[in-house]
Antibody
Framework: QVQLQESGPGLVKSSQTLSLTCSVS??????????WNWIRQPAGKGLEWIGR???????NYNPSLKGRVTITLDTSNNQFSLKVASVTAADTAVYYC?????????WGQGTPVTVSS | DIQMTQSPSSLSASVGDRVIITCRAN??????LNWYQQKPGKAPKVLIF???RLQSGVPSRFSGSGSGTEFSLTISSLQPEDFSTYYC?????????FGGGTKVDI
């Protein structure tokens, strides 16, 4: 069974960089058959796709984050990571990692991140 | 960006009711439309992909239809465990986008 698990600081100071990691088991991030995605959800609001990466494709990012996002793969540890630079309170959300091709079939449980001033 | 608009944003229903949720795209997306169910505090779970294909393990009371710009999710007979929020998502073009959600409650 494919499982994903997010990890990282739950509190980040404004203007700093948010960094999260997604550990994957039951599938290989280096397979190239799937994209590895980050999605976020502010409290009480809807879902926003952040970006994705695979070994067979260039990364894709949501322009709404204005170039502040970097997603990387760590094939040796079967993980992928998210960095969001220059965070503000608007980046406070639950962050999910998810596997996808044309749809997101496996998700992590989500990790809450609060941006403090 | 492709905008996805769901209606209604919320609805009240009873066990056994037939429920229909609609999702409209502001440009054609073929059949690149997926539906997710999200319960409070949990990650979304895919129900329907490619507009009408039932994901493995999802009960057959869920069905999807539509193509182009108009789509719908139907729950034929609402069960207690179906009270959740439902989201549509287009996978036709970047950036991937979701609808605003439809909360189904009693």
């Amino acid at each position: 069974q494919v499982q994903l698990q997010e990890s990282g600081p739950g509190l980040v100071k404004s203007s700093q960089t948010l960094s999260l990691t997604c550990s994957v088991s039951g599938a290989s991030v280096s397979s190239g058959s799937y994209h590895w995605n980050w999605i976020r959800q502010p409290a009480g609001k809807g879902l926003e796709w952040i970006g994705r990466l695979s070994t067979s494709d260039s990364p894709n990012y949501n322009p709404s984050l204005k170039g502040r996002v970097t997603i990387t793969l760590d094939t040796s540890n079967n993980q992928f990571s998210l960095k969001v630079a220059s965070v503000t309170a608007a980046d406070t959300a639950v962050y999910y990692c998810a596997r996808g091709r044309s749809f997101f079939d496996f998700w992590g449980q989500g990790t809450p991140v609060t941006v403090s001033s | 960006d492709i905008q996805m608009t769901q209606s209604p944003s919320s609805l009240s229903a009873s066990v056994g009711d037939r429920v229909i949720i609609t999702c409209r795209a502001n440009e054609t997306i073929g059949s690149y439309l997926n539906w997710y169910q999200q319960k409070p505090g949990k990650a979304p779970k895919v129900l329907i992909f490619a507009a009408s294909r039932l994901q493995s393990g999802v009960p057959s009371r869920f069905s999807g239809s539509g193509s182009g710009t108009e789509f719908s999710l139907t729950i034929s007979s609402l069960q207690p465990e179906d009270f959740s929020t439902y989201y549509c998502q287009q996978s036709y073009s970047m950036p991937l986008t979701f609808g605003g959600g439809t909360k189904v409650d009693i």
